[in-house]
């Protein structure tokens, strides 16, 4: 990146991530004492530099009928590991892959389905690929909160 986030980047950045659906620019822009057109600039800077990855829903898969959300701690040789990740999101059921730089598993896949059978194959298929299952957590529940480090003012 070829700037700083400055407060009002900062501000933007936490709105967004508590409604980016919801929110317009003008009601950003009240909190951060910019005009909405200055807001919809640094927006469209934030997505051109990448600090703004995109934009998705935050599915309940329990309520959508995938009650099981699997953690799957896995072993990827290391000058493949990152290559492998866009292979492992193609595996039907898989929602994430986070790299890890620490400890012998270097990968957590994250699986969700409506039960044990569409989970089990998705190790099968780790394993295809030359990438070792170490580990499987079930998930009971999993909530999110926007990072405050984006934000100035106390909610």
């Given at each position: ?23 317009s ?5 009240e ?24 934009y ?23 000058p ?12 039907s ?14 990968l ?48």
């Amino acid at each position: 990146m070829d700037y700083e986030l400055d407060d009002v980047d900062r501000e933007i950045l936490h709105a967004l991530q508590e409604d980016a659906r919801s929110l317009s620019s003008g009601e950003i822009a009240e909190r951060t004492d910019a005009s909405s057109s200055t807001v919809r600039k640094r927006i469209q800077r934030l997505e051109s530099e990448e600090v703004i990855k995109g934009y998705s829903a935050d599915i309940d898969y329990q309520q959508s009928g995938h009650p099981l959300r699997m953690l799957l701690f896995c072993t990827a040789p290391i000058p493949e590991r990152g290559e492998l990740i866009e292979d492992v999101l193609e595996i039907s059921g898989v929602v994430s892959v986070q790299e890890l730089v620490t400890g012998e598993e270097n990968l957590l896949v994250t699986v969700v389905g409506e039960n044990d059978g569409d989970i089990t194959p998705v190790a099968q298929e780790l394993l295809d690929m030359g990438v070792t299952v170490a580990d499987e957590v079930l998930v009971r529940s999993h909530e999110t909160t926007p990072f405050g480090g984006f934000s100035s003012s106390e909610e």
